[in-house]
Nanobody, 114 residues
Framework: QVQLVESGGGLVQPGGSLRLSCVAS????????MSWYRQAPGKQREFVAT???????NYPDSVKGRFTISRDNTKNTMYLQLNSLKPEDTAVYYC????????WGQGTQVTVSS
């Protein structure tokens, strides 16, 4: 059974940093495309970052240069480092894995506020 569990969210001031984690079980993070998405209240879920099995990464312009996606194959875990956070980054952040189907975690709340 595939399971993705996010953690690391919280309340942070503008300009601050957080690191989100996504622990996978039942499937390898190394051989699949993994991504982060976020959803703010009243808005659609939006793409934040992806890392392919090759290690290539991709980001939308809204987070490029501030967020970094990575993975630790030995821990079967994916990460999202969030730097220079802005209030508009406030959302529930979800990890996903593209295997035979798309798997989702339960989400972790990130709130950026002074």
């Amino acid at each position: 059974q595939v399971q993705l569990v996010e953690s690391g969210g919280g309340l942070v001031q503008p300009g601050g940093s957080l690191r989100l984690s996504c622990v996978a079980s039942g499937i390898s993070v190394e051989f699949n495309t993994m991504s982060w998405y976020r959803q703010a209240p009243g808005k659609q879920r939006e793409f934040v970052a992806t890392i392919f099995s090759s290690g290539t990464t991709n980001y939308p312009d809204s987070v490029k240069g501030r967020f970094t996606i990575s993975r630790d194959n030995t821990k079967n875990t994916m990460y999202l480092q969030l730097n220079s956070l802005k209030p508009e980054d406030t959302a529930v952040y979800y990890c996903s894995l593209l295997g035979r189907t798309t798997y989702w975690g339960q989400g972790t709340q990130v709130t950026v506020s002074s």
